[in-house]
């Protein structure tokens, strides 16, 4: 199973594509991650039972799944077209016409709109999942703790993924990333609290 992964990263993915998902892997799952525990945790601060958390957390993590790959697809379409645009600037009009031409193309680090929207959409799901599953399992009495919990745990791994492939400070991505975590939800908990009360 691996060696056939590792085909398909050698003929598929090449250096830039490569950066390119592992970038909207990352950011799908921290985006997972924030925006589906600042769902849930406005859904708790409003009181709601766990049968509609679970539906509010469901919408919110199939909803965003899908925006985070149509941004990342036409993103990173727009990159792949001026990656065109200046290739094709740089290339003769006869070279254009020849067969050579494709073949300089495919050798080019192109990159893949549908991988990265691809990998934007599964890891924002894995990353709403955790919490999803955090606040499915829990007592109403322990639903706020240990949503919030697994958030800090959620985003700290993705942070220490990121700061590793990055060679960056592991602490001050880990505290970014959780400062940023928390705010989302105290924001939403609060207005759930608020609207709710």
Same mark, same amino acid.
């Given at each position: 199973?691996?060696?056939?992964?590792?085909?398909?990263?050698?003929?598929?993915?090449?250096?830039?594509?490569?950066?390119?998902?592992?970038?909207?892997?990352?950011? #799908?799952?921290?985006?997972?991650?924030?925006?589906?525990?600042?769902?849930?945790?406005?859904?708790?601060?409003?009181?709601?039972?766990?049968?509609?958390?679970?539906?509010? #957390?469901?919408?919110?993590?199939?909803?965003?799944?899908?925006?985070?790959?149509?941004?990342?697809?036409?993103?990173?379409?727009?990159?792949?077209?001026?990656?065109?645009?200046?290739?094709?600037? /740089?290339?003769?009009?006869?070279?254009?016409?020849?067969?050579?031409? /494709?073949?300089?193309?495919?050798?080019?680090?192109?990159?893949?709109?549908?991988?990265?929207?691809?990998?934007?959409?599964?890891?924002?799901?894995?990353?709403?999942?955790?919490?999803?599953?955090?606040?499915?399992?829990?007592?109403?009495?322990?639903?706020?703790?240990?949503?919030?919990?697994?958030?800090?745990?959620?985003?700290?791994?993705?942070?220490?993924?990121?700061? /590793?492939?990055?060679?960056?400070?592991?602490?001050?991505?880990?505290?970014?990333?959780?400062?940023?975590?928390?705010?989302?939800?105290?924001?939403?908990?609060?207005? #759930?609290?608020?609207? #709710?009360?």
């Amino acid at each position: 199973m691996l060696t056939m992964i590792k085909r398909w990263q050698i003929r598929y993915l090449h250096f830039w594509d490569r950066l390119n998902v592992l970038r909207a892997g990352l950011l #799908g799952a921290n985006d997972g991650i924030i925006s589906v525990s600042g769902i849930v945790l406005g859904a708790v601060g409003a009181n709601m039972s766990n049968e509609t958390l679970f539906v509010s #957390g469901i919408s919110g993590m199939l909803a965003g799944a899908c925006s985070m790959a149509g941004g990342e697809y036409v993103s990173v379409s727009a990159q792949k077209d001026v990656q065109l645009s200046r290739l094709n600037a /740089q290339i003769s009009p006869e070279f254009r016409k020849s067969k050579d031409y /494709q073949t300089k193309i495919d050798e080019i680090d192109l990159l893949n709109p549908l991988h990265a929207a691809i990998m934007s959409f599964v890891s924002f799901m894995l990353g709403a999942l955790i919490l999803l599953l955090a606040i499915s399992l829990s007592t109403p009495r322990w639903r706020l703790f240990n949503t919030v919990v697994a958030m800090a745990v959620a985003l700290t791994l993705n942070a220490t993924i990121s700061a /590793q492939r990055g060679e960056i400070p592991i602490r001050r991505v880990v505290l970014r990333n959780i400062v940023i975590g928390l705010v989302t939800g105290f924001v939403t908990y609060i207005v #759930g609290t608020l609207l #709710g009360g």
